[in-house]
């Protein structure tokens, strides 16, 4: 079993930033991908970045350029820098983690005012 918990979200004017975190804990042997979900109101769950544990990154086309995605392996983290905010990020922010199963954070609310 492993856990996911996230932190660092919350609200930010348009043009903003936040940094979200994400620490697995549990038996962990290797996560071989960890990333970032969003679901906003009434749409549904999309891929915002993903890295694994080899260092490859992979955006969707709405977030390149604006976020970052980072891990530090050996605190089996994963990090999401999100710059130039725009009130369309706004959605629950969710941690997701690939071993041989796959894991889900309960998710972190990301307000975005315009």
């Known amino acids: 079993q492993i856990h996911l918990e996230e932190s660092g979200g919350g609200l930010v004017q348009t043009g903003g930033s936040l940094a979200l975190s994400c620490v697995a804990s549990?038996?962990?042997?290797?996560?071989?991908?960890m990333a970032w979900y969003r679901q906003a109101p009434g749409k549904q769950r999309e891929l915002v970045a993903s890295?694994?544990?080899?260092?490859?990154?992979n955006y969707a086309d709405s977030v390149k350029g604006r976020f970052t995605i980072s891990r530090d392996n050996a605190k089996n983290t994963v990090y999401l820098q999100m710059n130039s905010l725009k009130p369309d990020d706004t959605a629950v922010y969710y941690c997701?983690?690939?071993?041989?199963?796959?894991?889900w954070g309960k998710g972190i609310l990301v307000t975005v005012s315009s």
């Open positions: 890295a694994t544990d080899t260092g490859d990154a």
């Open positions: 549990g038996k962990i042997f290797r996560l071989w991908t």
């Open positions: 997701n983690a690939e071993d041989l199963n796959i894991w």
